[in-house]
């Protein structure tokens, strides 16, 4: 199974906020992703955090970690119908290892 | 400037046949890595260049093998392609300055169907 897992369904309105979590396995990943891709395109990468952080804001998204539990965040604020894609949490050791992705659908 | 470039974007072959994905990346990056997508999955890592030498291995059969060339493009090679062969192949270029980061760009993907 995957290492990194993430659910696999999201949908919400247009305007409202999108929480998208993620939960690793790897307690030694140094940095952990965000990644973004639109049907028929490659992945596109949205923001990063180091794994000494809490928190990272970057417009308007906002990324929470939880090193502890082993638990990645991403949210959206304001989600736009330009927003609907999959979105895939990783981890970076070695390699880049990641979750199954999220499909966030906006409805309009 | 150019992102990373990869060819062809579709490809259809059958089993048993062998294939060659391309993949240029962005300007001044020298690591170049491959990676498989199944359809409904996370991509799953193949292999890292960097310099011309292997730098790391998924766990992939020995059917597939990669190379960079001294311009940095690189080939990835899949023989006696099977079914579930099927697949967007991705490659993804990353800068010398990400250091640990392993700030990656991505390709838009090489889809290859075997039938």
């Known amino acids: 199974g995957e290492d990194v897992e993430q659910s696999l369904f999201l949908s919400v309105r247009e305007g409202d906020s999108s929480v998208i979590n993620c939960t690793y396995t790897d307690s030694s990943s140094t940095y952990l992703y965000w990644y973004k891709q639109e049907p028929g395109a490659g992945l596109q990468?949205?923001?990063?955090?180091?794994?000494n952080m809490d928190m990272?804001?970057?417009?308007?998204?906002?990324v929470l970690l939880n090193k502890k539990d082993k638990h990645l965040s991403l949210?959206?604020?304001d989600t736009q119908t330009g927003d609907s894609a999959i979105y895939f949490c990783a981890e970076s050791i070695r390699d880049m290892r990641f979750g199954a992705g999220t499909r966030l659908t906006v409805k309009p | 400037d150019a992102g990373v470039t990869q060819s062809p974007t579709h490809l259809i072959k059958t089993r048993g046949q062998h294939v060659t994905l391309r993949c240029s990346p962005i300007s001044g990056h020298k690591s170049v890595s491959w990676y498989q997508q199944v359809l409904g999955q996370g991509p799953?890592?193949?292999f890292q260049y960097y310099?011309?030498?292997?730098?790391g291995r998924g766990n992939f059969p020995d059917r597939f093998s990669a190379r960079q060339f001294p311009n940095y493009s690189s080939e990835l090679n899949v023989n006696a392609l099977l079914l579930g062969d099927s697949a967007l192949y991705l490659c993804a270029s990353r800068p010398e300055t990400s250091g640990s980061?392993?700030?990656q760009f991505f390709g838009p993907g090489t889809r290859l169907t075997v039938l």
Do not use: M, W
């Open chain 2, 101 to 103: 980061r392993n700030e």
């Open chain 2, 44 to 46: 799953q890592f193949i």
């Open chain 1, 56 to 62: 990272k804001q970057d417009q308007r998204l906002t």
């Open chain 1, 45 to 51: 990468l949205l923001t990063y955090i180091f794994s």
């Open chain 2, 51 to 55: 310099e011309k030498e292997e730098r």
């Open chain 1, 75 to 77: 949210r959206i604020a």
